[in-house]
């Protein structure tokens, strides 16, 4: 009767299934009564009320939406002061009181429960972090039962997880408190404030519901750089808890009633009513998790995901700085990306004995820095390589002549180019007169789809006119790359993507044009996409092994694939992380002494603005390698979750939020 009335009620309709335990999973514990009505009523919706949209439910919408914060950074949403005016303001005060998590201490995880997926790893065991949580909450309920207190210790939880598991007490206690030390890091906000007042010699307590007895609390903020404060009032060793206000009855009876108490910390119930209302004045310190919560992804690997959203909250929200618009698109949407491509490249090299990696101008610049900051023994098999859409199909036009004349002229047919303007791009203007004088145009005509046919027609004609004033740069260019290739049979080019015509043109010159022995695979971050006219343009090179792919392809990720449009502006969202402070390269040309020199275009764009960018990417690459270090950890970052970040703000609703970085988009067209 019971599994029927179960499948009846719960499992009949998925999307009824689907809320239902999502509810038991986000409240631990939830008594049988209250879950009984919440299903109950979801029936009534549904069957009585005819709300059929509860029929079909999903955690995550197909492509996550959030609305990002586009009146500013982000990090200036929270207006938390600076440390030294909340210093002043504690001064105030006989006996200053912190909580602990969330306060004084942050974790690297979106989620604190989120700690269990280490001591899981260390003691695989499947599905530890559920079983885990699970335990806590018998542990409670028993505790509740037997003395009327639901407040534990980490015994009496390992009590209830024996009986469960199997494992150890002992063990599990030992692991999970190792785990719990390597995560723990001092919140860069309340550091100096706490410094501040033990200059000043204030008493300062700490005070935590926690199932950690004072012991390790002391242990945990002075392996911290808190120091040692004058007592700990924990919730399991007094069974007693700030949330029900008994634990601040205990701190004022311990240490004098007729002493003034501030206390800080960063729930508004048990650290902000509570405190009150026992005679605690009361600063609240705004959750750095709930307050980032609204904009980051959800949609991403558990750990992986729980990391990045933890350490972008800590770093934005702690109060600590405030960011500039820049800075945040680097460190929140570039940063994870660029870590997770740098290990995919390091993989790869690796993997097939690559003996150099050439990352291509301008987006290999920053790369380039994170690379080495991740992998330093590797300097010497680096290299910044000048190269370009420009410079390459100007150098491979004898074998590329198709793409050649799509790129100087199809591209810019009906946008205002002017004849002269197209054969200047292509540094031809010498046979201007002769090109106006066969098509009968003006040089200052437009092109257009009424005449392009005629000037490809007279490009073609004069092919060889074309392929000869270029001569000088290819030499000078196989001067650059034979230095640049010396001793190498095996090289990668890296760039952002997307066609990946310039690793393949590459390659064409090294070895086709120059003779250089070296074979030049492409690692690029994304193909073209699905929406892109040209989708399938560089698939071939990905079925021989010429290219491979970071992000996306047609056979993986393929929903990234279909979604990622060039017409929105995605390429260059993602471009405007990687492009660096510098014009573009036009070529390269015979310089003095009868060597070779790089010319480049006119930058345009903002160097300090786009620096902000990459500073914002070298922080996150920094912090997420001081976090792996710490946990002892080396996580694979899957291209998926590199591009959820940017997924966001790539959406319709964040329009407004990616229109104060479009003035430093690159342009679109070469020449």
């Not at 929200?317 to 995919?344: D, K, P």
């Not at 150098?395 to 002549?401: K, M, S, V």
């Not at 990905?542 to 502006?569: C, F, I, T």
């Amino acid at each position: 009767m019971r599994d029927r009335l179960y499948q009846m009620l719960v499992n009949r309709v998925p999307g009824i299934r689907d809320r239902y335990l999502e509810k038991r999973k986000q409240k631990n514990g939830m008594h049988r009564a209250e879950a009984l009505l919440y299903l109950l009523w979801l029936n009534i919706q549904y069957y009585l009320l005819f709300r059929r949209s509860l029929g079909r439910w999903s955690p995550y919408p197909f492509y996550e939406e959030k609305t990002l914060y586009a009146a500013g950074s982000e990090s200036s949403l929270w207006s938390r002061g600076s440390p030294e005016a909340l210093a002043a303001k504690l001064m105030a005060y006989d006996i200053i009181s912190f909580d602990v998590f969330d306060t004084l201490l942050f974790r690297p995880f979106s989620n604190p429960t989120h700690v269990f997926y280490l001591a899981g790893i260390r003691l695989q065991y499947p599905d530890f972090t559920r079983i885990r949580i699970e335990s806590e909450q018998q542990a409670r309920d028993k505790k509740r039962r037997e003395s009327g207190t639901s407040e534990v210790t980490l015994e009496e939880i390992w009590d209830a997880m024996e009986a469960e598991t199997g494992i150890p007490k002992e063990t599990g206690m030992r692991v999970e408190w190792e785990c719990e030390k390597r995560c723990c890091y001092g919140n860069p906000y309340m550091l100096p404030i706490v410094k501040e007042l033990q200059r000043n010699g204030k008493r300062l307590i700490a005070a935590s519901d926690m199932y950690l007895g004072k012991d390790q609390i002391r242990d945990l903020l002075t392996t911290c750089g808190y120091g040692e404060f004058e007592e700990y009032f924990v919730s399991c060793d007094y069974e007693k808890s700030k949330g029900e206000g008994s634990l601040y009855e205990v701190i004022r009876e311990t240490m004098g009633r007729t002493m003034t108490y501030a206390h800080v910390g960063d729930n508004r119930q048990s650290d902000g009513k509570q405190a009150r209302r026992h005679h605690f004045e009361a600063f609240w310190y705004p959750n750095v998790n709930e307050a980032g919560r609204p904009f980051r992804p959800e949609d991403m690997s558990a750990l992986t995901g729980s990391l990045y959203r933890g350490i972008v909250n800590g770093h934005i929200h702690s109060g600590h700085s405030i960011y500039s618009r820049e800075y945040e698109y680097g460190f929140i949407y570039g940063g994870l990306f660029v870590a997770g491509y740098c290990r995919f490249i390091h993989g790869y090299v690796k993997a097939h004995g690559i003996q150099k990696i050439l990352f291509l101008s301008r987006d290999g610049a920053v790369l380039l820095q994170a690379y080495r900051q991740m992998y330093p023994e590797e300097r010497g098999n680096t290299e910044y390589a000048y190269w370009s859409r420009l410079a390459a199909v100007k150098l491979t036009a004898r074998y590329y002549r198709y793409d050649y004349l799509r790129r100087f002229l199809y591209h810019k047919v009906n946008q205002h180019y002017t004849l002269r303007e197209i054969l200047g791009g292509m540094e031809l203007s010498h046979m201007l007169d002769s090109l106006c004088q066969r098509i009968k145009e003006e040089p200052d005509s437009e092109l257009t789809n009424r005449n392009v046919e005629n000037v490809k027609r007279y490009i073609v004609d004069t092919w060889d006119q074309v392929l000869a004033h270029y001569e000088e740069q290819v030499a000078a260019g196989g001067e650059y790359y034979r230095t640049l290739l010396q001793g190498c049979h095996t090289a990668a080019a890296v760039d952002i993507g997307w066609a990946g015509s310039g690793a393949v043109m590459l390659d064409c010159a090294v070895n086709r044009l120059w003779g250089l022995p070296c074979c030049i695979t492409g690692i690029i971050a994304g193909t073209t996409a699905g929406r892109s006219p040209e989708a399938d343009a560089g698939e071939p090179f990905m079925l021989s092994g010429q290219l491979v792919s970071y992000l996306y392809s047609q056979r993986e990720n393929r929903d990234l694939w279909k979604y990622h449009d060039p017409a929105q502006n995605h390429n260059l969202y993602w471009e405007l992380l990687l492009d660096a402070p510098e014009g573009s390269l036009k070529g390269f040309y015979p310089g003095k002494e009868g060597r070779w020199e790089c010319r480049f275009k006119e930058n345009w764009t903002d160097g300090e603005r786009i620096r902000e960018i990459h500073r914002g990417i070298l922080d996150f690459v920094g912090q997420w390698l001081e976090t792996e270090r710490k946990l002892g950890l080396t996580l694979p970052i899957s291209g998926r979750d590199a591009y959820a970040p940017m997924l966001c703000a790539e959406g319709e609703r964040n329009r407004a939020f990616m229109a104060g970085l479009e003035e430093l988009l690159d342009e679109i067209h070469i020449g």
